[in-house]
């Protein structure tokens, strides 16, 4: 657990300091990477924030995403992903709560789902719908959840003061102190802690280091050949649903064209190079399917909360992070992947047509 765990926080940390922006106040829009990073002042927009320490206390109207060696909340937002070694819920979050950590504590309000990873995952607050929590060990400290509780952690403990409403599930083999009588739906034993948390934590290690790993041929990409994301903007500078649906199936055409031309050209003697050529090209843009469909994802957020020129590496880390989080998700990962893939080969599609073009 603690190498998938770690693997995560690195992550998120990594993509939030390469983006080195200095503070600044954009319409709809705030973000701010240093050392000691404090929002006191409302925001009528999203937020992204990043430093050593990150203290939100304002009310933002918008997506908080924060990251940091110790993160505090206490104000009030829209929706929140939250990642450090240290993060501390206070404040009140109007929708869904995405936090991760070595230490993870909420003690105030979520108003629909949420999502805690961490060594330690304490509740003391009020979670009006349901969570999920990820774990080694759960602490509920006369937490009171309206909703169902699902826990995969190898120790829980839930105080007298503890009301639970929906149904409780938790690993069959988990140190479980409890009164069960706190629980108003069902008690439902899962697989062992052992089984589940292993395949968890080493699935976030794979997706981490994938991501990783685009966020670092993403900023080589950048530097190389800045022109290639210049052209998409351009190209995507006006996106409708129409045009939306037309480079899903672009991508699609792409993924069934390519190897079946691929296919016919081996069977002929002097289309088999063409062809091996032609299937490496595939391999390589379907894995940079994402990293295009990110940037393409990063750029629309970009127009919508940021009224200001548009900075290429900011607007890819920004892709990336919407994308990894929802990959989180449990019932979307699915969708999501099929999404980054043919949007991403799309856009690839009309890259390469508007270069032949000019």
């Known amino acids: 657990m603690k190498k998938g765990l770690k693997f995560l926080i690195v992550l998120m940390m990594f993509f939030a300091f390469t983006t080195n922006t200095e503070a600044k106040t954009i319409e709809h829009f705030y973000s701010e990477s240093s050392k000691r990073v404090v929002l006191n002042d409302d925001v009528n927009g999203s937020s992204a924030l990043a430093g050593e320490e990150v203290d939100i206390t304002s009310k933002v109207n918008g997506i908080v995403f924060g990251a940091g060696n110790l993160v505090d909340f206490s104000g009030n937002a829209n929706h929140a992903f939250l990642a450090g070694n240290d993060v ?52 509920f400290e006369s937490a009171k959840i309206k909703g169902s509780v699902k826990i995969n952690a190898e120790k829980i403990v839930a105080s007298n003061g503890t009301i639970i409403s929906g149904d409780f ?22 697989e062992n802690y052992n089984n589940d948390q292993s395949v968890l934590f080493d699935d976030l290690a794979v997706k981490a280091f994938s991501y990783m790993s685009l966020a670092i041929i993403f900023a080589l990409l950048a530097f190389l050949a800045p022109k290639i994301f210049e052209k998409l903007q351009n190209q995507y500078e006006n996106l409708d649903f129409g045009k939306g ?55 629309k957020l970009w127009q919508k909360f940021a009224n200001k020129e548009a900075k290429t590496l900011l607007i890819g880390v920004l892709g990336l992070i919407v994308l990894f989080v929802l990959e989180l998700i449990p019932g979307i990962t699915i969708i999501i992947s099929i999404l980054e893939l043919m949007i991403g080969l799309g856009v690839i599609w009309d890259l390469i047509k508007h270069s032949k073009n000019d």
């Open 245 to 299: 649906v037309e480079t899903f199936t672009k991508g699609l055409v792409t993924l069934i064209v390519v190897p079946v031309l691929a296919v016919i050209l081996l069977f002929t003697y002097v289309g088999i190079p063409l062809s091996l050529i032609l299937l490496a090209l595939y391999v390589i843009a379907i894995y940079l399917s994402t990293l295009f469909a990110a940037y393409l994802l990063g750029y």
């Open 169 to 190: 599930s938790y690993p069959a083999d988990s140190s479980l102190e409890m009164n069960k009588n706190s629980v108003g739906g069902k008690i439902i034993q899962t």
């Open 88 to 139: 501390n819920v206070n404040g009140v979050i109007d929708n869904e709560l995405f936090a991760a950590g070595s230490k993870v504590t909420v003690n105030g309000t979520v108003n629909r789902d949420a999502i805690l990873a961490g060594e330690t995952v304490t509740i003391k607050g009020t979670l009006n719908r349901n969570v999920s929590i990820y774990a080694s060990e759960v602490y």
